[in-house]
């Protein structure tokens, strides 16, 4: 009702402007989604169409080539495909359980050190010691380098949801439903699981969805520890394979001389190939994505 | 005096028994919080105060001895400011510091334009679906990661394949002997990763202005409209003048993370390749040259130092000025 009686009396600019408007951002959405489109087209089309007459958007010559080989001698994409999905299936659901209980604790007004414990998290934010010592900590020290934790333990606590998650507590549990919970004779963790857990799901969610695309498109901390080419996640493989075009030949399982399988292997299409299959998922979850995000994105503004 | 002293001695300990209690009943009586908050500290423990504390590794001439970092740190040389010299007598010290001030300028003064820019114009959209449209395909960029985003690069700028080379600048007329070669121009790269750092983060950027804009009273416009002022001077009298607390105090956090870039752009999107270094080498990329292809320890934990005292310097300037503006806004 309302919404209707205002757009009665605000005037809006003119219909020659509202076209500037749309053609402009008709053009910046066709930038935004172009080079998506090229990387697909390429990776449909003919490995000697692209070796005579480069990357397209159109595929001249029509050919499937390129996922024939990803899915029949790709072993080692295969592997690390499998890899990023576990690695941010666990990753996300470690972090977020170890977010929300800190950040439950410290959102507890009756917890005598929520101040001290909120800086000890906060502090992370506005300083750190720099690349080579934490990279001393995890392969001098914890020799983590070479394992799977390497991809998980560095990425479980991230200040800044922790604070997101500390304000949703605050405004969304109100203090009398611990305390009566309290007073029925819950214990504090079953409050917390039975009780607290249910009334944030949202923040939680928003949590989850920021970690699994962290995790997901997380390509930095392979390069940084891990070195075993059977650990590499599927970010780490395209990034070995933008550099060098060779890697594919070594992570497949064709036997042979290196040139030999060089000259078989769909390498440009192939990469290409690789490209749309790490983006997939994405584009899929994208519509939950995005609406998830923006809410986060909006919660975070409003007071860290 | 005696007996003074050690009167204040008595209630110093009594003091200090009754803080110690306090700590000790208060983790007796909430047991199961101090549990409940364990496997997050364990993790800031190793993951950032260790590190925090590892910054006195630039002042050693680091050695391995063994596999024992503790070890390795005690008995590596102290050596001062040894590596600081070494650090600031090279011409990169100049270099990656000019390069990385002078590309989060660009990126906060052009982003800040353009992301308002867009969500002033998306609020005028008419049509719920066109607007979530546009909105959504802005944003899309923002969840690639930045191998994917180097691949769209060099799919594009490729001297071999590229689109633009092999497709878009002949057919524009271009002769084909005097193509650009874009992984190889030093000169180029200033404009290709703004460009490309606007097209990842302006659909992120512009939506916390697109939920300002939503939260303007409506009244404001519709008195302005019953007074006869059209839809652009409202823009520029209402909207802008509203938004501007918020452009100020993002403007400013962003200022108090200058020392700091995003390794992902500065490394991946261009390949690394050292004939670019002269306009893409940052604080980060080089740190992480000098300290993995390398090896140089010393170097890179003094240039890491140097990041992590000034980075720390600004933010707390920065937030200083916001808190004087805003103090909700502010971080601390």
């Known amino acids: 009702m309302r919404q209707r009686e205002n757009s009665g009396i605000l005037n809006t600019v003119s219909p020659f402007w509202n076209g500037v408007f749309n053609i402009i951002f008709i053009l910046y959405s066709f930038a935004c989604i172009i080079p998506l489109l090229l990387v697909i087209g390429v990776s449909f089309t003919d490995e000697k169409t692209i070796i005579t007459s480069g990357y397209n958007f159109i595929p ?71 690349l080579v010592p934490w990279y001393m900590v995890y392969t001098n020290f914890l020799h983590i380098n070479d394992t799977l934790l390497a991809y998980i333990v560095p990425s479980l606590v991230n200040a800044w949801y922790v604070m997101i998650m500390r304000t949703f507590f605050q ?83 064709v036997t042979g001389g290196t040139a030999q399988i060089l000259s078989k292997l769909p390498s440009e299409t192939a990469r290409m190939a690789m490209c749309v299959l790490a983006i997939g998922p994405i584009i899929l979850a994208y519509p939950f994505f995005q609406k998830y995000f923006v809410k986060g994105l909006t919660v975070g503004a409003v007071k860290g | 005096m005696g007996t003074t002293s050690s009167a204040t001695k008595k209630v110093d300990n009594v003091q200090k028994i009754i803080y110690k209690h306090g700590f000790l009943y208060e983790l007796k009586k909430n047991k199961v919080l101090f549990i409940m908050m364990l496997p997050a500290l364990v993790v800031l423990f190793l993951n950032n105060y260790l590190p925090m504390a590892g ?221 670019l270094y002269d306009t893409t080498s940052v604080i980060d990329t080089y740190v992480y040259n000098a300290l993995r292809n390398l090896n140089d320890v010393g170097m890179a934990s003094a240039a890491g130092l140097y990041q992590s005292v000034c980075g720390f310097i600004l933010v707390l300037s920065s937030n200083l000025l916001v808190r004087k503006i805003d103090p909700d806004k502010a971080l601390f």
Request: net charge positive; hydrophobic share 50%.
């Open chain 2, 55 to 275: 910054v006195l590794i630039a002042f050693k001439n680091f050695k391995y001895f063994g596999r024992n970092l503790f070890e390795n740190f005690a008995k590596s040389e102290w050596v001062g400011l040894e590596n600081f010299e070494f650090f600031t007598a090279t011409p990169d010290a100049f270099t990656i510091t000019r390069n990385t001030l002078l590309y989060n300028l660009a990126f906060i003064v052009i982003g800040l334009i353009v992301s308002v820019f867009f969500a002033i114009i998306l609020n005028e959209i008419k049509g719920k679906y066109k607007s979530k449209f546009y909105q959504a395909s802005m944003f899309l960029p923002y969840f690639m990661s930045w191998i994917v985003v180097s691949y769209l690069v060099f799919a594009l700028l490729s001297e071999e394949q590229g689109f633009v080379n092999k497709s878009l600048l002949p057919a524009l007329g271009m002769n084909v002997d005097s193509l650009p070669s874009w992984y190889g121009d030093p000169g180029k790269w200033p404009f290709i990763l703004t460009i490309v750092n606007m097209w990842k983060f302006t659909g992120y950027n512009c939506v916390v202005y697109v939920a300002a804009i939503a939260g303007i009273d409506q009244e404001y416009y519709e008195a302005a409209t019953v007074d006869g002022a059209s839809r652009f001077y409202q823009i520029k009298k209402i909207t802008l003048p509203l938004l501007t607390p918020l452009m100020v105090i993002l403007t400013l956090l962003a200022v108090g993370r200058v020392f700091y870039s995003d390794f992902g752009l500065f490394f991946s999107v261009t390949r690394n390749v050292g004939a």
């Open chain 1, 60 to 130: 001249k010559v029509f050919s499937l080539e390129a996922y024939k080989w990803v899915f029949q001698s790709g072993d080692a994409i295969i592997r690390a495909y499998g890899l990023s999905i576990m690695i941010t299936i666990i990753g996300t659901l470690c972090s977020v359980a170890i977010i929300a209980m800190f950040a439950y604790v410290i959102s507890r007004k009756d917890f005598k050190y929520r101040n001290t414990f909120s800086f000890i998290v906060f502090f992370t934010m506005i300083f750190n010691g720099g």
């Open chain 1, 171 to 253: 405004t969304n549990v109100p203090d009398s439903i611990i305390e009566s919970a309290k007073i029925d004779g819950a214990g504090e963790f079953r409050t917390f699981l039975q009780i607290v857990i249910p009334l944030a799901k949202p923040g939680l969610a928003t949590i989850a969805l920021f970690q699994t695309l962290g995790f997901w498109n997380d390509w930095y901390l392979p390069l940084m520890l891990i070195e075993n080419s059977k650990l590499f996640n599927l970010q780490y493989i395209l990034y070995k394979t933008l550099t060098a075009i060779q890697y594919l030949a070594q992570a497949s399982n």
